[in-house]
């Protein structure tokens, strides 16, 4: 389905609406200063930590990945067999290519801990990326960086379930390129929040795109997706800002509790809901008589006919926007 959203009341329907059977068939001391640093940001749904993504580069730790093993200068991060481990607050800056390495984050629940990915690929092992402990991890995609992260077809553990894994709140931003291959299950996956706000992705998985268990908010990002289960899944709510996102292939569009659209150019082909919003009791009493009485009895529609209000193309079996 083509949807190119403007305006409150796309949004405002989307929140109140429970969509099913909208299927498309048719139609990503040195200060490094990125680029898109200005991003404005709705605090409902975002910090101003969320958006930073200028670093101290000269005090950051490096971590060079080669193969199997990796090179590491300053603290907070040591090489134990094939996995680097990150078990401090601070900076890091992973570079290099690797196979059969993997990148754990093991901080203290208190401590935030900022990973800087700069020309990293990393394949061959189940979740290359794992954040098992911090009180919230953040990935920056540095400028002109293109990034690439590959699991297995076979976990290490079942929990292990995404090719980006965190247990913690994740948030990854800044204006590099992002290429995520899930094997496995998902492409990245969060336990608690997962927050984009502006970079590149392109993910493959077989079956989320994106999951989160909490809130998974996205704003200014340009993302492509292909998937085997839904496009993008949280289990609570979904908020999409000002993103141009293709999901080239799903089973589900976008799945959540709420799915919150403001604005976007948005392109989904699913093989079941483009969008489903789940929460049935939300509820429509407020809004006015003659729009309950339209979404009470939204009709029937030949496939392909475009919708009367909103700006949208899509092919369905039920109108979405009213």
């Known amino acids: 389905m083509k949807k190119r959203l403007a305006g409150m009341f796309l949004a405002l329907m989307l929140i109140i609406m429970p969509f099913a059977g909208c299927t498309a068939q048719d139609a990503v001391g040195t200060t490094v200063t990125e680029a898109s640093s200005a991003l404005q940001i709705d605090s409902t749904y975002f910090t101003d930590r969320d958006s930073k993504i200028d670093y101290e580069e000269s005090t ?22 094939k996995t680097v481990k990150i078990t401090k607050e601070g900076t890091y800056i992973l570079s290099g290519s690797s196979d059969g390495l993997n990148v754990v984050v093991e901080a203290a629940d208190t401590e935030k801990v900022w990973l800087v990915f700069d020309n990293l690929s990393m394949k061959g092992v189940s979740a290359p990326i794992q954040v098992l402990t911090a009180d919230k991890v953040f990935i920056t995609l540095a400028t002109g960086s293109t990034n690439t ?7 290490e553990s079942e929990e292990l379930n995404a090719a980006i894994y965190s247990k913690s709140d994740l948030t990854i931003n800044g204006s590099g390129k992002l290429i995520v291959n899930g094997k ?13 706000l502006g970079g590149s992705f392109v993910i493959t998985a ?8 909490d809130a ?13 289960g839904d496009g993008i899944h949280s289990d609570k709510n979904v908020y999409i800002d000002g993103n141009s996102l293709n999901i080239k292939e799903s089973e589900e569009g976008i799945e959540g509790k ?8 948005i392109d989904i082909k699913s093989s ?4 489903n919003a789940t929460d049935s009791s939300l509820k429509t009493d407020n809004l006015p008589a003659d729009v309950q009485e339209k979404i009470k009895n939204r009709p029937e529609r030949p496939e392909g006919e475009a919708v009367p209000e909103g700006e949208m193309k899509t092919s369905y079996k039920k109108s979405m926007i009213y």
């Open 258 to 265: 709420v799915v919150d659209i403001v604005s976007g150019d």
């Open 184 to 196: 496995y299950e998902h492409g990245i996956k969060s336990s608690d929040d997962l927050k984009m």
């Open 60 to 81: 950051a730790s490096k971590i060079v990945l080669s193969s199997t093993t990796a090179k590491i200068t300053g603290d907070g991060a040591k090489l134990e067999d």
């Open 149 to 155: 992260i590959e699991d297995i077809e076979v976990a």
């Open 272 to 275: 079941d809901d483009g969008i």
């Open 216 to 228: 998974l908010n996205i704003k200014d990002s340009v993302i492509e997706i292909s998937a085997k």
């Open 206 to 213: 077989a079956n989320d795109g994106l999951n989160a268990n």
